[in-house]
């Protein structure tokens, strides 16, 4: 099997337009890696209960290389949307698609992670990272090199014999990002990831987020209820609102890839956060 090296993964061949007249390598922010369209999920009540319209025709898109947020409050149907992305839950209504492909259940093209790291608690960061490439039929020295390739990405490797209780809750999820992007899945849902973490932790965690997709160029969509975590790492976001759970809003966040923390300190950054925090109120 051929395992492309992260640092192969920054290369722009996949990115260059080559039917431009320039010769400027772009992003190729034109193709849709995922699309959502008329997604609908309604719950039967509980015990009888009336049935709650979670998710009331929800069309999304997410783009090639792209970062993009689901953002809303507690119950808006965020969780319940990714995981219909993620093919763990089945829509009512509408249509996922990833790479044109109609999502049909869980597949090795879209990693998953949660917010409360659902590690091996008894296996090693190593052993935790490789498990899915074992499942996938990797061969053994593939698998290695690729595990060793992300340990250096995620920055554990002298943790790789580690068990999981043996590291911070912040070392850990970048574990779960490593094994979720282990099988170079087409994109990575992330559900409210650093939800679980302290102020502190949380931050240098988007730091990381930020700069792991600066480097690997990897797909991302994101379910946070974190106005300025969704605003800082995101290229677009939507906001979402609830009963029903709905996309109220798409929004193009105008920072360009490289931002740092400066950014939370400009005035459009802070205009931007008045009106969806106006919104979500
Ligand atoms: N398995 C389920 N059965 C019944 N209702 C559910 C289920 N999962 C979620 N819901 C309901 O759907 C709505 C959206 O939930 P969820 O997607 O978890 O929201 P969020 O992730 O934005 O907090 C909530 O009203 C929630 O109670
Ligand atoms: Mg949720």
Known sequence: MNVPSIASQTGTTDLVDITSDDN????????????????????????????VEALSGVDLYVRDNELVSLLGT????????????????????GLVEV?????????PDRGMVFQNYSLFPWKSVRKNISFGLEVAGW??????????DLLGVVGLSEFAEALPRELSGGM????????ALAPEPDILLLDEPFGALDAHTRRSLQEFLL???????????????????AIYLSQRLY?????????????????????GPMVKRDQRFLDLRDSIEDQLR
């Open 139 to 148: 061969g053994k020295s593939d698998r290695v090199e690729r595990v060793n």
């Open 239 to 259: 906001v979402m609102q609830s009963h029903p759970g709905r996309i109220a809003e798409e929004i193009e966040v105008p920072f360009g890839e490289s931002r």
């Open 24 to 51: 400027e390598p772009k992003h190729a922010g034109d193709s849709q890696k995922l699309r959502c369209a008329g997604v609908k999920k309604t719950f039967k009540g509980a015990g009888g209960g009336p049935a």
């Open 74 to 93: 507690s119950g808006c149907g965020k969780s319940t949307l990714l995981n219909i992305i993620g093919g763990l839950e089945t829509a009512s209504e």
């Open 211 to 229: 700069t792991l997709w600066q480097r690997t160029r990897v797909t991302i969509l994101m379910v946070t209820h974190d106005v300025d975590e």
């Open 99 to 107: 790479d044109g492909e109609q999502v049909v259940g869980p597949g």
């Open 172 to 179: 850990r999820q970048r574990v779960a990002i490593a094994r």
